[in-house]
């Protein structure tokens, strides 16, 4: 297994615009997540999924944000409608949902919003 | 709610020297797991360190130990032996596995630059 893996790296785009995001957890991982994290501050929990269930959403995620995981392996992160203040790192994670069982994270999508 | 609260925006240590990175955090559940991450310039999320609320030792791997005092909730990391590429952003974080929330959480981290 090579990780977990995101796509694309770096996105640009025009405000009001939508976008996706595409993260591919480690195979046996049932937890993934979505962070967001904008310089020099910690990673801003989003949303997190257990298999294919969709556990929690941050109260600070607006509603033009949607996240997915349609057969419980790869997930998708969309925002609609992007606003400059949208432009942050977006890093997916995932990992076994034992207690001791530490997240693996994805190099990330750095969401450019111009 | 859970918090994770890391007070030094920024710290210097001189090479070879050991440092301590501070770690609070607040959880009304007894169990729970505390983790440490290191960031480097490059951007990458390192795994460096677990402790569980219930563990007995103060975990240790390698350089890296972990100061956990429970009663005062605090989960301080050690580095010992500092090294230049020790430089980072360093990330506590949290998860409470038994609550209807069991997702981690990140402190605000702290910038650990190495002098030569």
């Known amino acids: 297994d090579t990780g977990v893996s995101q796509d694309p790296r770096h996105k640009i785009t025009k405000r009001g615009q939508n976008v996706t995001f595409r993260c591919d957890p480690i195979?046996?991982?049932?937890?993934l997540y979505w962070y967001r994290q904008t310089l020099g501050q910690g990673p801003e929990f989003l949303t997190y999924?257990?298999?294919?269930?969709?556990?929690?959403k941050s109260r600070l995620l607006s509603d033009r944000f949607s996240a997915e995981r349609p057969k419980g392996s790869f997930s998708t992160l969309e925002i609609q409608r992007t606003e400059q203040g949208d432009s942050a790192m977006y890093l997916c994670a995932s990992s076994l949902e034992q207690v001791h069982s530490e997240a693996f994270f994805g190099q990330g999508t750095r969401l450019t919003v111009v | 709610a859970q918090k994770i609260t890391q007070t030094q925006p920024g710290m210097f240590v001189q090479e070879k020297e050991a440092v301590t990175l501070d770690c609070t955090y607040d959880t009304s559940d007894p169990s729970y797991g505390l983790f440490w991450y290191k960031q480097p310039s490059s951007g990458e999320m390192i795994f460096l360190i677990y402790q569980g609320s219930y563990d007995q030792q103060n975990a240790t791997e390698g350089r890296y130990s972990l100061n956990f005092q429970k009663a005062r909730k605090s989960a301080n990391l050690v580095i010992s032996a500092s090294q230049l590429g020790d430089s980072a952003m360093y990330f506590c974080a949290m998860r409470e596995p038994y609550s209807s929330a069991s997702k981690i959480i990140f402190g605000s981290g702290t910038r650990l630059s190495i002098r030569p």
């Open positions: 999924f257990q298999n294919e269930a969709q556990l929690e």
């Open positions: 195979s046996e991982h049932n937890r």
